[in-house]
């Protein structure tokens, strides 16, 4: 495992310890399907104990990745708030319980990445693949995952979302894939061009969430019962054509 290093700094997988494993089983979605999970997300152990336990020194806000490279770090209950992360690479790294609202991730690479509770409030996810990844009850509200991706088909993955909130979040254009969202939370969140024709399960909530033409939703989703808000074309400024 990784090691805390002294003055707050985070340890990385530059050489300061071994990066964490990937092993997982496979645990059932609501339509069971299999998403490869373990109970933590990465393997067979729950590692929220150790989390909490982590002294607050290692808990610092604005990471400072002085050049190395996070791939495989742990950042398990981490305070990585305001974190500029574009383009890093975040294979094999642990984010579970991390703290990393309002940090930038754009361009960033998600392979095999856990972000199961993570907190990534009003973060910046443009354009990001986030395929086959463990978010299950992670928080994404007031985030910005414009034109993302979620789960690639093409390549069998299938993302784990269940519980996880996306309320106000700017989802536009979001390719959601074979997600699955069950009891997700997604009230106010913006779905003009999302596609979520593919997702399995049901989401707790949707209530004011706009849509348009081109969002594509499964025959589970209806909006009006939802009280989602459809956007005519031609309506700025987010408001509603009444439909």
């Known amino acids: 495992m990784n090691q805390r290093a002294a003055g707050g700094r985070i340890g ?9 494993g990937n092993a997982s089983d496979a645990s059932s979605d609501a339509n069971g399907g299999d998403v490869a999970t373990g109970p933590d997300g990465r393997g067979n152990t729950d590692r929220r104990s150790t989390a909490a336990s982590q002294p607050r020194s290692a808990r610092r806000s604005d990471l400072d990745l002085g050049g190395r490279d996070p791939a495989g770090g742990d950042f398990r ?3 990585m708030t305001n974190a500029d992360l574009r383009g890093a690479n975040l294979k094999d790294a642990d984010f579970s319980d991390a703290n990393l609202s309002g940090a930038n991730l754009e361009d960033a690479v998600f392979d095999a990445t856990n972000l199961r509770r993570v907190k990534l409030r009003g973060a910046s996810l443009v354009g990001v693949e ?3 990844i463990n978010m299950a009850s992670a928080d994404f509200s007031g985030a910005d995952l414009r034109a993302a991706r979620l789960s690639c088909d093409e390549c069998g993955l299938r993302s784990d979302a269940r519980g996880a909130n996306f309320a106000g979040a700017d989802l536009r254009g979001l390719e959601f894939g074979r997600t699955v969202v069950h009891k997700a939370v997604l009230d106010g969140a913006d779905l003009r061009g999302a596609n979520m024709a593919l997702v399995h399960g049901t989401p707790r909530s949707m209530r004011g969430a706009l849509y348009d033409m081109s969002t594509r939703f499964p025959p589970s989703i209806r909006p009006e019962l939802q009280r989602m808000k459809f956007v005519d074309a031609d309506t700025t400024n987010g408001g509603s054509a009444g439909r």
């Open 12 to 20: 990385l997988a530059d050489g300061t310890g071994a990066p964490a």
């Open 77 to 79: 209950g981490g305070d």
């Open 130 to 132: 986030i395929d086959g």
